[in-house]
């Protein structure tokens, strides 16, 4: 509805549009009755000052229209009932002139209604005796203009003016229709609502005293059983289990030469003759098994042999017809080529494993003699005979083949003695001198004396082989071995291993000519063109240092480490290369080749930091002092390594030492606020507080062109710490004046002023803070917690507005929820935590805080979704940790803790409850290994540990220290 229009002068518009009035059935009906009653009752017939606005009386519509407000555009008063708009002189001015309606619109529904007439339906079917035709009273052709929607708007608000009236005694109605309906028909949960109040009285011995629940099933077994109806199965079905269950066999793979594949698988057949025979077969087969072969007398029990063929299982008849194929495929190969060595290995191979032992080795005998020059034959057969015929066997075959290296092995195998052993292998090298083999099977048998003759020998016969002369060079002393490497040097010039084997031999008698060694040895082998490998090389490296010779690990990086590499990639090669040996575990190969990258780059400050991290970790404390020594040497003006340089000698106890360094690094970096503060930090850690408070002062003088901001924190600090709160003010006062943008000298002076108790002037200090660091979160917490002391309401606002500065914020979301739950306002928190939740639904923080506030019962529910949304959340894991304790499943609660603290160790908070409950549920020696840990770890962040770190009173306190602190104040899990 227009604003300005008055209702009462819409009626004619109405009117006019077609539409039926909106007060013309149920306000004018009320009116009217009404009017009635107050004239009988000789009442003033004036209406309502609310209704007078909707219908005036007669004869003051002039006074209505003259008391309303500016009608609306292109009205015209009247022209409901077909008056015209005019103009007079007095209205020339301010007064509108109406404007006509539009002449195409006005033509084009005059024509339409022209071509269309009345087609309203007007039948019987569409007549009702009380509502008359049906059908809309609107102009179907009428064009829906501003007037119109205007009277929607209107039934639109009557509408729900009538609904709102009607909405509260809907609901009442509604609600009581409810509440009769749950006492006619209660659920279950409220029928049991008072006994499950009731299970908190019950005790563990209660729960326990609860009888068990028998086994009902048994009967009902029964009676399932003897009702039950067998049906026959199916012929199909049958089928199918008879195919499933057929098995097909083939010869078995273990014949040896070249094996010829068989004809397919077998189909099953039930040929009556054919399993008879197939029954006699195998009653041969284990007839010949059973038979002793030296007495040739039988071991066969006559009486239960019948028996015990009972239980031999014939799958098939398929086994026996492949047996037959394979013995005359064997067979027919045999007589076309006869001198076809695997074919007799094979058939024999086949009777053997079919049971025919004594067939088995007249095959393989007939197929020596035939095929006497066949070492594999000669095997064969000494493998089917026993030991005793064995050697006759071997010894009638080396008379045929007197160089077959493996007959001459496995002859000195079967020998049951050393000396025999020794005898053959002797009589091996006599017809094979050249041999490597036999050597090495000779020399195993020998004493090192013997050997060391042996081996003489053996070089002479096979010069080439390397082996032969490094162990001869090892059995050697010294001075022998030397010249035993010179021989073996001109007998082998394009072996590595030699050159080597010489270096680790000068190292082990401590001379000093090992690089000189390996560098003639890259020469030599180039000049024979022998191809130079890097990875190779170094591989010799890694093995020279495995071996116990660091001298010639060094010195083969030193001539290769930097061969194929160019030289704008050696810096990253040679990293590289270090990496992969320290991930191999090469220690001296990797400081061999970062000795040599420092050689080349000199002044990289990386590689002097990658060398001090090998040397905290592998080395010792002489050589991690020793490197950054030289490293502050080459680089005087990289602060990290005169600060390690510093802290090395002040872990190690020399303070002096460490004064020394720093004040050498001050001589370098006089502008360095990082070495002022190191410096300050060890004065102050060893209690001399009024050095580094000098220091402090000499500082803030020379860097007051340059950034030195954190040298007036710590001055602050530092007064806090001794006391003297003036001092404190004077230097946080002129901090803010030289940095108003830093937020933590507001936190520091408004805070100072909440020591004094002074409110009013703390509150100041962090709206002025806020004003300069609208984005730091810590600083408007600071004033959240000031403001919830005296006013919770103040403070739910303080965080609102924070959160409009700085949305999607978790911490302020937290604090925001710390205050409802310190007003005691369930409701309330956990609406803020939903609404937090929804903007930061990724916040692990928010989702650890969900899991406290919910009832123990819902706590694992909880704990699903947070996992769900961030699983390697520390807090998140160290919040499903205390559910599993509350649980009472230690187990499960160390390994989440543990878990926490490798996904983040920096958190104190995780450290803190899980050294709390190994000292509940763990053992001595978990809580010390824990303990040492956390020291290892040096956490600096969580709430409950910021809290007790940063408190003046703990400012003495270690990591352990404070861990212990820490641990004690925490709520137990199981007592929530």
Known sequence: MHPNKPI?????????????????????????????????????????????????????????????????????????????????????????????????AAAAIAKRKAEDGDNADYSEANYDEFEGYGGSFVDPNAIYDAEDKEA??????????????????????????????????PTIQSQFAD??????????????????????????????????AFIPAPDSLLEQARKENEQYNTVPNSLGGTETPMSGLATPTTDLTRIGAGRKQIIGINLARLQDSVSGQTNVDPKGYLTDLSTIKINSSAEIGDIKKARLLLNSIRQTNPKHAPAWIGSARLESEVGKIVQ???????????????????????????????????????????????????AADLETDVKGRKKVLRKSLEAN???????????????????????????????????????????????????????????????????????????????????????????????????????????EAENAEKSGAPKTCRAIIKEVIGLNVEEEDRKRVWIEDAEGALSREAVETARAIYEHALSIFPGKKSLYLRVAHLEKVHGTRESLENVLSKAVKHCPQAEILWLMAAKEKWMNGDVDGARIV???????????????LAAVKLENENKELDRARALLAKARQQLQSSAGEKVWLKSAQLERQTGNTEEEKNLLEEALKKYPQNPKFWMMRGQLEERRNEMDTARELY?????????????????????????????????????????????LWLAAIRVEVADNNPKASQMTLSKALQECPTSGILWAEAIDLEKPKQRRAKSVDALKRCDNDPFVIVAVAKVF???????????????????????????????????????????????????????????????????????????????????NNLPNPLNQ
């Open 662 to 676: 720093l004040s050498e690094a001050f001589k370098a970096n006089q502008e360095s606020e990082q070495i002022w």
């Open 152 to 185: 929607d708007d209107v039934w639109e608000s009557i509408d729900r003016t009538l609904d709102q009236r009607r909405k509260a005694r809907r609901e009442e109605r509604m609600r009581q229709e409810l509440q009769q309906l749950r006492q006619e028909r």
């Open 8 to 104: 009462w002068s819409l009626t004619n518009t109405y009117k006019n549009s077609r539409l039926v009035s909106p007060f013309s059935n149920l306000a004018g009906v009320l009116l009217c009755s009404d009017s009635k009653k107050k004239k009988a009752r000789g009442e003033s017939q004036h209406l309502p000052a609310e209704h007078s606005r909707l219908f005036p009386p007669e004869g003051a519509s002039h006074q209505l229209q003259r008391h309303t407000k500016e009608a609306p555009l292109n009205y015209v008063a009247g022209i409901g009932r077909g008056a015209n708009g005019f103009t007079t002189r007095s209205d020339i001015g301010p007064a509108r002139i109406p404007t006509a309606p539009d002449p195409v």
């Open 885 to 967: 304790w509350a649980d009472r499943k230690y187990e499960k609660t160390r390994t989440w803790f543990n878990r926490a603290v490798t996904l983040n160790p920096d958190l104190g908070d995780a450290w803190a409850y899980f050294y709390k409950f190994e000292i509940q549920h763990g053992t001595e020696e978990h809580q010390q290994e824990l303990l040492k840990r956390c020291v290892a770890a040096d956490p600096r962040h969580g709430e409950n540990w910021v809290r007790v770190s940063k408190d003046i009173a703990n400012s003495d306190l270690k990591t352990e220290g404070i861990l212990t602190r820490v641990a």
């Open 433 to 539: 001198p050249n041999s490597a083999l036999l050597w090495k099977a000779a020399i195993e048998l020998e004493t090192p004396e013997d050997a060391k003759i042996l081996l003489g020998r053996a070089v002479e016969c096979i010069p080439k082989s390397v082996e032969m002369w490094l162990a001869l060079a090892h059995l050697e002393t010294p001075e022998n071995a030397r010249k035993v490497l010179n021989r073996a040097r001109l007998a082998v010039p394009t072996d590595s291993s030699i050159w080597i084997t010489a270096a680790k031999l000068e190292e082990s008698q401590g001379n000093e000519k090992i690089d000189m060694i390996v560098k003639r040895a890259l020469k030599t082998l180039t000049n024979n063109a022998v191809v130079i490998e890097r990875d190779q090389w170094m591989k």
């Open 360 to 410: 088995a080795r007249k095959i393989i005998m007939e197929g020596c003699d035939i095929c006497p020059e066949s070492q594999d034959i000669w095997l064969e057969a000494a493998r089917l005979h026993t030991p005793e015929n064995a050697k006759v066997i071997l010894a009638k075959a080396i008379q045929h083949l007197p160089k077959a290296t493996k007959i001459w092995l496995l």
């Open 767 to 811: 709206q002025r803070g806020l004003k300069n660091c609208m984005n730091s979160i810590p600083l408007w917490i600071c004033a959240g917690k000031l403001e919830q002391r005296t006013s919770n309401s103040r403070a739910r606002t303080l965080y609102e507005k924070a959160r409009l500065k700085n949305p999607k914020n978790a911490d």
């Open 195 to 228: 006994l499950k109040g009731d299970l908190q009285q019950v005790s563990y011995s209660d729960w326990d005293a609860i009888p068990e629940i028998g086994d009902t099933t048994q009967r009902f077994r029964k009676k399932v059983k003897t009702n039950m």
